[in-house]
């Protein structure tokens, strides 16, 4: 984390393609079939429980510690190089959970080797109909996931940015691209620049403050 940074002041925003909500996963060891009696469980046995995340400060990871922040649980973060053997570990019973983007997660919950418990995304997946949101569980505000998205460098003239937003979303609508995106796990969004600026500087702010209140360190 932090190895890497982005100056937003070095581009500027054109359009968000699409987004992948996380699926809260568990192994079937854990007594718990739903997001309430989860909560229950892991605030009865703090740190029994433990998470996989794509490593130190990854969009999972700072899932992981949302859920904790908003359902005062606490939970031992895991971090592996990446969703496949963080998948591993959860199928071994390693570890108990994860936030998983659905790459890896969709077919094992087909497959009944793990149990889903919630989806971060304001609707619920056409693959996964029975799974709930976590706002139909009964924790609102909890949205996390990946997004994608084009940018355009800082001081590109609007006229330009507007063109290639109009022919991003052309192509976004299209039907092998949409059902290319769904079998991904994702959603289409195809939004305007001013929706995608917008959306940036809203999670800029959540996950500052998330970063904050668990202590993550850069490294």
């Known amino acids: 984390m932090c190895k890497i940074t982005l100056f937003q002041s070095k581009f500027c925003a054109d359009c968000e393609c699409s987004q992948r909500p996380f699926i809260l996963c568990i192994h079937p060891q854990v007594p718990a079939t739903n997001l309430t009696e989860l909560i229950a469980y892991a605030k009865a046995n703090p740190d029994k429980l433990s ?12 899932a992981g510690e949302l859920f904790q922040i908003l359902t005062g649980t606490k939970f031992i973060h895991v971090p592996y190089k990446g969703g ?39 609707a619920r997946l056409s693959e996964l109909p029975d799974v709930p949101t976590f706002t139909e569980a009964g924790l609102a505000n909890f949205h996390a996931g990946s997004w994608y998205g084009f940018m355009a460098p800082a001081g590109t003239p609007i006229e330009i940015v507007q063109k290639l937003n109009v022919q991003i979303n052309q192509v976004l609508r299209t039907p092998e691209i949409t059902a290319r995106i769904n079998q991904l796990g994702s959603s289409i969004v195809g939004n305007t620049p001013a929706e995608f600026a917008r959306q940036i500087a809203l999670e800029s702010e959540v996950w500052s403050s998330v970063v904050k209140k668990a202590g993550i360190s850069p490294e």
């Not at 998470?51 to 700072?62: D, E, V």
């Open 51 to 62: 998470f996989a995340s794509f490593g130190k400060g990854s969009s999972n990871h700072l």
């Open 84 to 122: 496949a053997p963080g998948m591993a570990a959860l199928l071994a019973g390693d570890i108990t959970m994860t936030f998983d983007s659905g790459l890896t997660s969709i077919a094992n919950i087909q497959a009944k080797k793990i149990r889903p418990i919630a989806v971060a995304a304001q």
